[in-house]
């Protein structure tokens, strides 16, 4: 593979991203795996891992907000994947999709607090 990104369509991300560091529980329907987040955004996040799954792979997350008692649950698809070959962590990025109001206010608190300690 010569590009060490693939997108589906142009980059669309609205919104920087911010670093967060967390275990999340993925799945889909032919895996699960416990791997760890790099960063996030309001708009979704990024999994570090291997062998990303492919794009537009509906997948399920499972990972705890720092300061939550209790983790999140989200869906989503995998929007575009990395390879690792430009320095940058092999993996898969996630577009969250129908998120419920309260987790979508949790992750939008964690991401503007993590955003004023930069």
């Not at 967060?20 to 987040?37: A, G, I, M, N, R």
């Not at 698809?77 to 419920?100: C, H, I, K, M, Y």
Request: glycine share 10%.
């Amino acid at each position: 593979m010569s590009d060490e990104r693939n997108y589906e369509g142009s980059e669309r991300r609205r919104d920087s991203r911010v670093p967060l560091k967390v275990p999340v529980d993925y799945s889909s329907v032919d895996d699960f795996f416990t791997e760890f987040s790099a960063n996030i955004n309001e708009g979704g996040v990024f999994v570090a891992m291997e062998k990303p799954p492919e794009l537009d792979t509906e997948v399920h997350l499972q990972f705890r907000l720092p300061g939550a008692d209790q983790p999140v649950l989200v869906n989503g698809r995998v929007a575009w994947t990395s390879d690792g070959e430009d320095g940058e962590p092999a993996g898969f990025g996630v577009e969250f999709q129908d998120l419920p109001g309260e987790i979508r206010e949790a992750i939008n608190g964690v991401v503007r607090n993590l955003r004023t300690r930069d």
